[in-house]
């Protein structure tokens, strides 16, 4: 059974200052996709990180994956309030299961706060 | 761009009582998935279809049933309603290889 843990859980930040979400999955995946979600909003999809040593970046955040050690970071540069927000990493499975189909298995999600 | 449509967007129901989620898929896309969120909670896996068949069951209760149509719309219907089954719930659809789900503005479903 694939588990994803994302830590910390909660994050509160100033304003200006830098922090890393990680991601840890226990068995063999090649697709990573990192998701923000407003409370009660659907869930955006960020970053999709599809193989070992990926690094994306879009404004103030940047995405990694390191399949061996199957640890994914997201990491936020300068934080500024709009990046208050729930942060999911979520990752599919290596293999098909069936026809097509990579059910996605979610972290618990990072409540990120950032104060002015 | 055209995004997954869902419908409809709150519903409130009573205990025991049915419900039927609809999900419409981007244009092409042939993949759909179902996930239930708690409140607070991370999303989870229902089930989902590919062409039209199932290819994949997850925590689905067997008061919930789904199933995807010619047209690739898909329903999730579900009965004998809980308390807990109050939730948001999600469809995504994606084109199958691609691997990358787009989720829909999700449905929130109220039992009282």
């Known amino acids: 059974e694939l588990k994803v843990e994302q830590n910390p859980l909660f994050l509160s930040m100033q304003e200006g200052k830098n922090y890393t979400i990680y991601c840890n999955y226990s068995?063999?995946?090649?697709?990573l996709y990192w998701y923000r979600q407003d409370p009660g909003k659907s869930l955006e999809s960020l970053f999709v990180?599809?193989?070992?040593?990926a690094v994306k970046q879009e404004g103030r955040l940047m995405a990694s994956l390191d399949t061996k050690a199957r640890l994914s970071t997201l990491h936020i540069t300068a934080a500024v309030h709009d990046l208050s927000a729930t942060y999911f990493c979520?990752?599919?499975?290596?293999?098909?299961?069936?026809?097509?189909?990579?059910?996605?298995?979610f972290g618990k999600g990072t409540k990120l706060s950032v104060i002015p | 761009a055209a995004g997954v449509i869902q419908s409809p967007r709150h519903l409130i129901k009573e205990k025991r009582e049915t419900a039927t989620l609809k999900c419409y898929p981007i244009?092409?896309?042939?993949?759909v998935y179902w996930y239930q969120q708690g409140p607070g909670q991370d999303p989870q896996f229902l089930i989902s279809?590919?062409?039209?068949?199932?290819?994949d069951k997850g925590s689905i209760p067997d008061r919930f049933s789904a199933q995807q149509f010619s047209d690739y719309h898909s329903e999730l219907n579900m009965s004998s309603l809980e308390l807990g089954d109050s939730a948001l719930y999600f469809c995504?659809?994606?084109?199958?290889?691609?691997?990358?789900?787009?989720f829909g503005p999700g449905t929130r479903l109220t039992v009282l």
């Open positions: 279809f590919y062409e039209k068949m199932q290819s």
């Open positions: 979520a990752v599919a499975p290596l293999l098909y299961s069936g026809a097509g189909s990579y059910q996605l298995t």
């Open positions: 990180l599809l193989s070992n040593g």
């Open positions: 244009p092409r896309h042939d993949t």
């Open positions: 995504a659809s994606s084109f199958a290889g691609a691997g990358e789900q787009f």
């Open positions: 068995t063999t995946s090649d697709r």
